[in-house]
């Protein structure tokens, strides 16, 4: 969820400038040197592009009601109780809830004083920065509980066909964007994984050589260049760069 | 800069993110303080959020310095 711009007083952009590490995978008793950056516009697109293409792969599996994934991952209607199917299309629907709700917050963002204002109105200032995300989260969470109360509501007042068809419809989606996910994070680790020091030698040949590694290793690599990155919302709070 | 980067495409995306963010900043600032989009929309809306916002501002119709010709104005 995105975070208040007020917080650029908490801003440190060194990790900016933290962009490549060495680390050790080990597998057994071998330990391999692996030298790791975080991709450039152009390997994040091509990355992006491969898991798009992976996440609609898994979306056309899962509509065609005869495919193995259809039957492995989502239930028949009879085989589901109502209140399952809305405790799992509300759950599916948080992420679009508090999307909704954040125009309708009604909390202000602290208003900077003058440079030249008294100390006092600059604490006073500091002070509600400090406590703004806290007081924002706050309101926000009020809000989604009570959007989550009318969509249950509503809920309950459908039937249980359409229910099913919205629960299908959540299955898929949150199964497409997990898949998608994970898609784009291997990407990142095959583009960004080097032998060498200097960042000029690949590690693996192909992008199948890295997703075949053991599920163990996988989760080195995964983890490390997780360590390295700045998601979106922090990078959003390094805006005094751009002041 | 770093002797690793051989091109601007391998720039990490995190700085290449912020060298267009500042871009961008500077670009909007030419629309003056009353045009400028809010920090709302600039940190957190979408691109079309703010492409509408910058649609609306510069749209004619909108604008308060464009000119308004009458008709009746116009000679024959």
């Known amino acids: 969820m995105a975070q208040s711009f007020v917080e650029f007083s908490d801003v440190d952009i060194s990790p900016l400038f933290s962009w490549s590490k060495e680390f050790k995978v080990v597998s057994g008793d071998v330990e391999t040197p692996v030298f790791m950056r975080i991709l450039g516009d152009a390997d994040m697109n091509r990355s992006r592009v491969a898991a798009l293409r992976k996440s ?22 009879d085989d589901v109780d109502m209140d399952t199917l809305i405790a799992v299309v509300i759950v599916f629907s948080m992420r679009s809830i508090s999307e909704s709700c954040v125009p309708k917050l009604k909390i202000k963002a602290p208003k900077m004083p003058r440079s030249d204002a008294k100390t006092s109105a600059h604490e006073k200032y500091q002070a509600e920065v400090d406590s703004y995300p806290d007081r924002r989260q706050e309101e926000l969470k009020a809000l989604i509980n009570k959007e989550i109360e009318l969509a249950k509501e509503t809920l309950e007042k459908d039937s249980k066909d359409n ?36 960042l000029s030698e690949k590690l693996f040949a192909s992008f199948e050589e890295f997703n075949n590694l053991e599920p163990n290793l996988k989760q080195q690599f995964l983890t490390e260049y997780s360590s390295m990155e700045i998601h979106g919302d922090d990078l959003k709070k390094l805006q005094q760069v751009t002041r | 800069m770093d002797l690793r980067i051989k091109s601007l495409s391998d720039t990490p995306h995190t ?5 267009r963010k500042r871009q961008q900043i500077d670009s909007l600032s ?3 303080k009353e045009k400028m989009p809010t920090n709302e929309i600039i940190w957190d809306g979408s691109p079309e959020d703010l492409e509408e916002w910058i649609e609306r501002v510069l749209s004619p119709s909108k604008s308060d310095t464009g000119t308004v010709i009458s008709l009746s104005d116009v000679e024959d």
């Open chain 1, 56 to 77: 609609a792969d898994l979306r056309r599996k899962l509509k065609d009601i005869n495919s193995d994934e259809r039957m492995a991952f989502i239930k028949d209607i």
């Open chain 1, 163 to 198: 229910i099913y068809k919205k629960y299908v419809e959540a299955m898929i989606e949150e199964m497409c964007e997990q898949e998608l996910l994970r898609e784009f994070k291997s990407q990142c680790c095959y583009f960004g994984s080097y032998k060498s020091q200097d």
């Open chain 2, 15 to 19: 700085i290449s993110y912020v060298i």
């Open chain 2, 30 to 32: 030419e629309l003056g």
